[in-house]
């Protein structure tokens, strides 16, 4: 059921008449699972006792706990399960926090709750307070706290039956229900949380909320009273104390001293402190950005010479999350930045800085032979990945997509828009989801994720690529294992012609053996076309940004747009009958293209089968077709190479194609393009103005516009999947001047 629905009294009836039909029937059979999560739950606290112990540790205790975990490990769970893919920990991985903070935040409580004999429930809210849980409860209760109690919920969806039952009981019996969550986004999840506490009895007195605050949403909890949250603040969490100088000075020096430096000393400097302010303005969400800073390292040689090396140290993990960063720089070498190792989560490389460096490589961009050396990096750079970060080989069938693949369950609710609305798309979802499952990956990998031109940096050697390991996978990314993806992400961020797609490929399957990635390209190119769509317009309806990082995303969102228009054209063209000869001839049909040939059902215009078959009739009649739009002149010309087409009129009358002599005119004149030009620059001094910068001779000036207010007329985009991937947001492109 979607949240939106879940959320509202008809969906909570809904689903708590559903729960106890359920719970009732499968009640011997839930039995067995109740006594293994008890057994379970035992050793997890015992375990757990020993962990938060801290100098009272014991190593024979510790072993002892250990063994018997590990024993539980070993019992046979039921096959369903065991298939299910269990998510990654967001705040033990991307947003910086360790058990560590867990235990600090559980410190906070008792200094300003010390009652022990107060009965508490531990409330988490799925999934980060289901890891809070059991660490708070072991340390709770080695505080001497006699009562502690654990349950999760999803406040998104509401409590189910059972869940409410519960929840109701602890607050009968006087419970102080603590609410455990990651930090908070927009404080939205806690409201709910609250309320859902409150509904079921808890008193305003018995009701505290103990989350981290993000750096950046310091102010999140402004609206709750004071007395109300226990918070940990950004400067006291574990990790921010790993990157103080003197403590990465000391790491630093172990790692050099293989290197045979004498002597290291870190260095405060204005260039330093430069670099580290880059880092935090090209955040694109700064709730989610790894914790990450670059130190001015100052080395001896033995023979006294002095050298200046930079080293960034960043945040990958915490425990085994923290590993794969590690192992992926080890297993691509000459490809990313020197790795010099890993410790306590904390990945230290060299930095090198890029200030000349990228502005010759820039320089250097329009250049053809350094362009194609780009393209050669970026395909050996993927099938590196393939020979050295392969993910064995997948099940052969899958019954239905995981609950983390967003990457999948994005094209499936773009592509179920084909099937109608409401309530058609909704049923052929189904469909759509094992059609996805048998889509072919016989090189699965851990891909990027993120191939953009700025997420590489020049080395002595060529092109590195930064932030190589995390991109792919994740609680909010992909989670897609395909290579054809980074393929796909690549020519779309490079905007390659079709020669140089062909010479990406052809580069890539020579060095991977992957030869059938051709078949497997087109989907991806969807995905990364309606990714990119997505997180451009989460920027764009987001946070207030600044001038120059609203054009930024508006940039990107323009770029997504463009790639799928044209590369499902070629796709579609390649359905089409082609004429016996390309001429001009009579009969001659002049197209429009929106509402004619192409149909915005994606959230991007392209054609139907109709329009393939229409356009395959007129070729094999003998007709001349030609295209008569207000889209661009390269558009225009696009669209003529892939539907082999005559030639055309674009941009409203101020431009001519002849692609049978592959000839242009252009139908203003030098004085009416240097007035275009002056206009442009006004418009783009306006606030929340946007330019389609693929109009040459005429201007298409535009808003964005966010969804439908309302909980009706979001139900219902939801329900139709109405918007360009999984949220609730549909940025329509209203002209305000076209030229």
Known sequence: ?????????????????????????????????????????????????????????????????????????????????????????????????????????????????????????????????????????????????????????????????????????????????????????????????????????????????????????????????????????????????????????????????????????????????????????????QRSTRLKRIYEVQLKTPDGRTQTRYVLAKSVGWGWLGYHAFLAGQRLPGFVPPILGLRDGILYMEWLPQSRLLQDMHIAEDDHKAREARIDRSASYVAARVRNLGLGTGPASRKGLQRDENGFRLLQKVLSRAYGRIVTNTLMQPRLERRLCEQPCPFPTLIDGKMGRDEWITGSRGLLKTDYEHHGMGKSELNVVDPAYDLAETILTLALSPEEESRLIRRYVEQSEDAGVKQRLFMNKLLAGFWAMETAQGHLFGRPLVADRQQEFHHQFMSAWNFLTVHTARYCGSFCRPPPALDWRSPLVALDVDGVLDRRLFGFPCTSAAGIEALSLLNAHGFSVALNTARSAAELKDYCLAYHLAGGVAEHGSYLWDAVDQRERILINPEAMVQLDELRSHLRLLPGVFLDDRHQYSIRAFTYHDKPRGLVSSLLMSARSFSIGAVLRLPSLRSSCII
Not at 36 to 46: C, K, P, T, V, Y
Not at 109 to 126: H, K, M, N, T, W
Not at 147 to 173: F, H, M, N
Not at 255 to 282: G, I, K, M, P
Request: charged letters at 25%; hydrophobic letters at 40%; one cysteine or more.
């Open 1 to 285: 059921m979607p949240r939106q629905a879940a959320a509202t009294s008809l969906g909570r009836g809904a689903r708590w008449a559903t729960d106890g039909i359920v719970q009732t029937l499968r009640q011997r059979s839930l039995a067995p699972a109740r006594r293994w999560r008890e057994h379970w739950q035992a050793s997890l606290d015992e375990f757990l006792a020993s962990v938060v112990a801290g100098e009272a540790f014991d190593p024979a205790s510790f072993a002892e706990t250990d063994s018997r975990l590990a024993m539980l490990l070993q019992l046979p769970l039921p096959a369903d399960l065991e298939a299910e893919h269990i998510g990654v920990p967001s705040p033990f991985r991307r947003l910086d926090l360790t058990h560590f903070d867990v235990v600090a935040l559980g410190r906070h409580f008792v200094e300003r709750f010390p009652d022990r004999s107060q009965a508490i429930l531990l409330l988490g809210l799925r999934t980060s307070g289901s890891y809070f849980a059991p660490i708070l409860r072991a340390f709770l209760k080695a505080e001497g706290y006699g009562i502690v109690s654990s349950l999760t919920v999803q406040p998104d969806k509401g409590s189910g039956c059972w869940e409410r039952k519960e929840l109701r009981r602890y607050a009968q019996r006087g419970h102080m229900a603590l609410i455990l969550d990651d930090p908070p986004h927009t404080g939205g999840t806690i409201l709910r949380a609250l309320e859902m506490a409150r509904r079921v009895g808890f008193a305003h007195d018995k009701i505290r909320v103990l989350v981290p605050t993000h750096p950046a949403r310091r102010n999140w909890s402004k609206s709750l009273p004071d007395d109300l949250v226990v918070s940990l603040e950004p400067d006291q969490w574990h990790k921010r104390r790993l990157l103080d100088p003197a403590v990465v000075e000391s790491r630093l020096a172990e790692y050099f001293e293989r290197q045979n430096f004498v002597n290291l000393r870190l260095v405060a400097s204005s260039y330093a402190d430069e670099l580290n302010a880059r880092l935090q303005s090209r955040s694109d969400d």
